[in-house]
């Protein structure tokens, strides 16, 4: 493609020679790196309450955020005006960060290598909304049709499309345009007059809308959630103390996100202060654990063609059998330690600074029967489904709740449980993983990570999982 | 365009789908400065200021909604966000209940609540920076055990906002905030610890010393160092103020209308029953001058007010917009709260828990075993069935003092329990962010280890 065809330069007249100089003055004080990041936005979401198409709502936010790196400095301004003063003034003040005599030569633009993850031809936010709406509604009359003990349902659909461009100093210059479309379905149900429980479902990514007619019908969120609310009517108090753990394949994979992912992220172990610093090379999880995060999956929400630094993303070997392989990398923490680039430089929009983050993390299959696994526990907890979790990344302690689990019993899983915490220690916990099944799935695709106040879509996988000890946070 | 100009610009935007067929209309448009420098080991590390704006309009169409936002305040980008919500209108099916508040509700406190001070924006970048490295460099000359940072930090926005709706309502107010924190690591036998502390305030002037921030992040760290886990048991569990203040959360929460009229609260048709300890009083208000959780009116345009949530332990009033007040039959206790754009949901003002008579000191020394919570992780707690189940971190009680550091434990009960299991409310109440909370006693919970 012609520069001159791309989306920033044919909606506001944006040219090469504008980046140049708007990078050329970002580094005017002598900084060491300089990047551009543009940025247009659109959005549109759709809710259901009551079987009330309660609200529909869309709009466009668009800006720029310029950074200077000088040494082990950021320096970081943004506009939301893409007018040419706009950004130079945002460059200047951005620039401030450098005081340096000397200066670095600006390397010429060179358009990224181009590949598509995504070929979404037309996103579902440039659907007719009344279709959007539609699949909305089937969600809900679905979920009130599983069951008549499902009193409450809730849908709620959202989707958006970003269109970014990154140009860099050091000649990096790429063009993404982000599709990406969720809905999510929660139910409440009850016995006359007891107590309400609740399920939720939800799925989608970087997808056209034909995704929620064909692969993952509204009606297929919808049973899902009724099905885990009606589950939780005959639910038990959760066990307290130490279990043996069972994780189910999918979702539950939020553990490795958890307990391994931001504990690797370069700018905690830059500043060796994650549970995992200085510790690449050495034994963090069992033999039968290889962990990636994988960023180039076509199609799906933690995905993406060029990382918000304008590069591409990758395959990224996490822990290979047990062993602690590699971090992942933002621009700041490649140029600061010489380490390679990841692919894993991402930020919440054009307001933020990048920071190293995961985009889809996984456990890749093991042998194991996911049968023999469960029928190899005497008395434990079966995990098919979280809530989400958190981590402490310095003292390695990381949370899970599970929102649907069964009791374990002479092999067999017996009784639904109580929503509880799960509470472990990232390098150690993962050491008691003692069987691993063959089969891997990746979650459905409604993951947000949050991280220093910036959220970012993400993935997550697991197959069947034994883990011989870990702390259930129950009261029985 | 200045902020002088932006509620004659949201008043335009009002007429204008009014012109285009809305039977009502409410417009919101924000705009935000903010400040950030980040130091680290001593060096400054980043430095970020900037600013940016938004409009937002939310239709009626009889009793359809619909809504749109957009950062480009020209004429072209107003006129597409008008359109776009008037569209949208046609998409959605009418809800009964929808509707502006009735124009005797409207209005704004003419009280000063000092919500916004010059000097927060005036205070020059240097000092700024200097502000965050006497923060970190007091954490890190406490104690050789201090061995590293993830930094000390001062922020501050200055923020302003316009509402304008069809039944007459043109208001705006600014506000602007400061703060400065510092995160320490220290490290002891090979086990390392992060905590934190900070001091905010909406005019820089009244902010705590940074040194003082810095020696209350380093103590809060040290504590931690050499925890253990311990066996699973039933004890007395105390939560220090900051701890306290993440129930106050799930009590919202259980009282928002939204889900009083979904059934999906334990709270919900308990109105007038007793629900709590008699020791607890818990308030709502958006009232009180300086405070983080004030504003004039709420987002609907309607004024704040003090509502008392729960009196001596009778659940008192839930907190609802004019959209939930309608489907309960209730009136509008002033909470509304939006973005820019959309149907308004519930926020809460200064939601705080009244001080009780005991001190902290008194309370620790009432406990022969249990367990003092300093920090909280992950959030299994259910509003829904009020089942409660979260990650801790604290010291073990023994014989009426702090013993040792514990964690990687749960803490579990559920909210029923913890609010009628009061044991002793403390009388240290103080107000650092909008939800504030003295420390909290409870008779029992589980605490699971081993």
């Known amino acids: 493609m012609n520069f001159s065809e791309t989306f920033f330069a044919a909606r506001f007249g944006i040219t090469r020679r504008d980046l140049e100089s708007y990078l050329s003055e970002a580094l005017n004080r002598g900084g060491d790196y300089a990047d551009l990041y543009f940025e247009y936005l659109a959005t549109s979401s759709i809710s259901i309450d009551e079987s009330i198409v309660k609200s529909a709502s869309q709009g466009v936010s668009l800006g720029v955020g310029v950074r200077v790196i000088s040494g082990e400095r950021t320096g970081y301004a943004y506009s939301d005006d893409l007018s040419p003063e706009k950004i130079k003034k945002a460059a200047q003040v951005a620039a401030l960060i450098a005081s340096n005599p000397g200066k670095v030569d600006q390397v010429p633009l060179e358009e990224g290598p181009r590949r598509n993850l995504y070929p979404v031809l037309t996103a579902p936010s440039e659907t007719a909304f009344a279709e959007r709406v539609a699949l909305a509604q089937r969600a809900d009359i679905a979920a009130r049709a599983y069951d008549p003990r499902v009193f409450q349902v809730q849908v709620s659909y959202a989707d958006n499309l970003r269109q970014v461009m990154v140009a860099t100093s050091d000649g990096v210059l790429n063009f993404d345009r982000q599709p990406l479309a969720r809905m999510s379905v929660y139910v409440l149900a009850r016995e006359a007059n007891g107590v309400p429980q609740q399920g939720h479902a939800g799925g989608g990514g970087r997808h056209e809308l034909s995704y929620f007619q064909t692969e993952r019908t509204p009606e297929y969120f919808a049973r899902e959630a009724a099905r885990q609310a009606i589950v939780q009517l005959d639910a038990v108090e959760a066990p307290a103390g130490e279990q043996v753990v069972v994780l189910g394949p999918g979702w539950p994979g939020v553990l490795l996100h958890e307990a391994v992912g931001h504990g690797l992220e370069a700018d905690f172990n830059r500043k060796g202060v994650s549970a995992y610093s200085g510790r690449i090379g050495q034994q963090v999880a069992s033999p039968l654990c290889t962990i990636v995060d994988d960023g180039t999956i076509g199609g799906r929400r933690g995905s993406l063609n060029v990382d918000d630094e304008g590069n591409e993303t990758q395959r990224n070997v996490l822990v290979e059998n047990g062993i602690l392989r590699g971090y992942l990398q933002d621009k700041l923490s490649s140029r600061i330690t010489k380490s390679p680039l990841t692919g894993s430089g991402r930020r919440e929009s054009y307001e933020h600074i990048p920071m190293p983050r995961m985009t889809n993390t996984f456990m890749l299959a093991g042998e194991s029967e996911p049968e023999d696994i469960i029928k190899s526990v005497k008395k434990g907890l079966y995990c098919a489904n979280f809530a989400g979790g958190q981590v402490d990344i310095t003292s390695g302690n990381f949370v899970f709740s599970a929102s649907e689990s069964y009791l374990i019993e002479d092999g067999k899983l017996t009784r639904p449980v109580r929503n509880a915490t799960l509470i472990g220690n990232g390098p150690e916990a993962m050491k008691h993983v003692s069987m691993v099944g063959h089969d891997l799935q990746l979650d459905e695709g409604i993951g947000v990570c949050g991280k220093e106040g910036q959220s970012v879509p993400v993935g997550v996988g697991i197959p069947t999982v034994r883990i011989d000890r870990m702390t259930v946070g129950g009261t029985a | ?450």
């Open chain 2, 1 to 450: 365009m200045t902020f002088g100009e932006l509620p004659q610009l949201a008043a335009d935007v009002v007429q204008k789908a009014l012109e285009l067929g809305a039977t009502d209309a409410e417009c919101t448009i924000a705009e935000g400065d903010e400040f950030s420098a980040n130091l680290r080991m001593g060096e400054l590390e980043t430095l970020k200021e900037a600013g940016s704006r938004g409009a937002g309009l939310r239709v009626l169409i009889g009793k359809r909604m619909g809504a749109s936002y957009t950062s480009d305040l020209t004429k072209e980008g107003i006129a597409r966000m008008v359109r776009s919500a008037i569209d949208l209108a046609d998409v959605t099916t009418e809800d009964p209940h929808a509707g502006l508040p009735d124009p005797d509700e409207l209005g704004s406190l003419q009280t000063d609540l000092k919500l916004y001070s010059d000097r927060t924006a005036e205070l020059p970048t240097e000092e700024r920076i200097v502000l965050a490295k006497r923060a970190e460099a007091a954490a890190l000359e406490t104690d050789p055990r201090i061995t590293n940072s993830e930094g000390g930090s001062f922020d501050s926005s200055t923020s302003g906002r316009v509402f304008a709706n069809s039944r007459g309502f043109l208001g705006s107010y600014r506000a602007s905030y400061c703060s400065i924190a510092a995160v320490p690591v220290a490290m002891d036998n090979g086990m390392m610890e992060r905590d934190y502390w900070f001091t905010i305030a909406r005019d820089y002037s009244t902010l705590d010393s940074p040194e003082s921030v810095g020696r209350k992040a380093a103590q809060r760290v040290l504590r931690r160092l050499g925890a253990t886990k311990i066996e699973t048991r039933k004890v007395p569990v105390i939560f220090e103020p900051r701890i306290a203040r993440t129930l106050l959360g799930n009590i919202f929460e259980a009282v928002d209308g939204r889900s009083i009229y979904r059934n999906a609260s334990f709270l919900a048709g308990k109105l007038g029953e007793k629900i709590a300890s008699d020791q607890i009083t818990l308030i709502d208000d958006g009232t009180i001058p300086g405070l983080f959780g004030s504003q004039p009116f709420d987002d609907e345009g309607v004024p704040t007010r003090r509502t008392p949530v729960i009196e001596k332990g009778v659940l008192k009033s839930y907190l609802l917009n004019t959209y939930t007040a309608r489907k309960l039959g209730l009136k509008t206790t002033g909470n509304a709260a939006r973005g820019i754009t959309g149907n308004a949901g519930i926020g809460h003002g200064n939601f705080f828990l009244e001080a009780g008579v005991t001190s902290p000191e008194d309370m620790l020394k009432s406990v022969k075993n249990g367990f003092y919570v300093t920090e909280l992780i992950g959030s299994a707690v259910n509003t829904v069935t009020g089942d409660y189940s979260r990650g801790a971190v604290g010291i073990w009680i023994r014989d009426g003092e702090l013993a040792f550091p514990v964690s990687e434990v749960t803490i579990a009960s559920t909210l029923q329990e913890m609010l009628n299991g009061i044991a002793a409310i403390g009388s240290d109440l103080e107000f650092h962010a909008s939800v504030a909370a003295p420390t909290l006693m409870f008779g029992e919970m589980t605490v699971a280890g081993r």
